[in-house]
């Protein structure tokens, strides 16, 4: 049984272990100068270092955050988030670009298991009542932790070089680990009989069965990599002539994003109170309609004010479009009935993996080939994609 509320300090810690773990996996974009420098090794072979720990994301998605519905799950939470202290120690003591490697895979392995594995807990332990209001806490917690990881590391990094980046991290994580075993609650393992191998060939039954998710699953695999061309590909222009932003400036606009926390928030009580038809639509629009500002911020004879204006509002849409749906999905895949959690996210967050992966790899070769406006019209159509599969899913209901 499920109490009728989670506390507000449960739900905060939620929100605040959600943010802490992922931020981990994206420390390293700001420090790729500095990696470079201390390695002496070419920049075009330090973008490895983000492949690493994206590999690490699928493989936690596949083989780590299923166990969730396998074992206690408090329990399982404590020593994953041990495991990525002793990695995030590994990675500030890295000796040379291997060891490094290596480490940044272990990394994006159990920083992206703690943040899909916490999710689900979190769904797991609200009430069916509040578990949009829930999830949409912990996202929120998720979309600060990945805005202000860049801002972050480009920081501490400019006071005490990368290595302090992550030696902190691993601090703040011991502390996070304290605090999540003291006060989460203990929940019923639901599938106590279920072999881990079963377990994870039950995951393509649920995608072959559950047609929520499978709908889910591309409406977010489309809205990602719409958000992975708009991050990747910014810092670009920015960098270039007559701007010339230092990664920290780039990362500074990450700031813009953080209102899509209270996106998230708002749309999983929506969710809740069953309008998640009308929180798709506003929020798919949304994120079609901020590539316009986006596309004017470098117009020919765009000042460096209105460069800045048409960003922050192209972004602030954006983001606000993407967490509206992100956090409306996983409610909407949560309320299936099906108490399969943890192989649930897993499952559904694979779609976002892949999306991000090749928005990212798409918007780099689209500005190599039409500049800052094919990065546009290249987000634009996916954009409109998401939104026609949507409107498509929803005439076959």
Known sequence: MHSPSLPRPVVTLFACASG???????????????????FGIARAAIGGV?????????????????????????????????????ALLAVASAGNFAWLMAAMLMVGLLGTAMTQGLIAYAAAA?????RGAVV????????????????????VADLAGWRAVYGGSALAMLVMAMLLWRLLPVLPVQQAALSYPRLLASMFMLLRDDRVLRVRGVIALLMFAAFNILWSALVLPLSAAPYHYSHTAVGAFGLVGLAGTLAATRAGRWADHGHSRR??????????????????????GAGAATTAFMLVLGILMLDLGVQALHVTNQSLIFRSGNEAHSRLVGCYMLFYAVGSGTGAWAATAAF?????????????????AALAFWVWANSRD
């Open 20 to 38: 802490f773990s992922v931020a981990n996996v994206y420390y390293a974009q700001p420090l790729f100068g500095a990696l470079t420098d201390d």
């Open 50 to 86: 983000v492949t690493a720990t994206q590999a690490g994301s699928v493989l936690a998605l596949l083989l780590l955050v299923p166990l969730g519905d396998l074992l206690p799950r408090r329990r399982l939470m404590l020593w994953q988030m041990l495991a990525l202290v002793v």
């Open 126 to 130: 609200a009430d069916p009542s509040q």
């Open 136 to 155: 949409g806490a912990a996202q929120g917690g998720v979309v600060s932790g990945l805005l202000l990881a860049r801002v972050v590391a480009g920081a």
């Open 279 to 300: 929180t798709s639509a506003v929020a798919l629009v949304l994120l079609l309609l901020s590539w316009l500002p986006l596309s004017a911020a470098f117009a020919p």
């Open 368 to 384: 190599d080939t039409a500049g800052w406006h094919g990065v546009c019209a290249l987000g634009a159509g996916v954009s409109l």
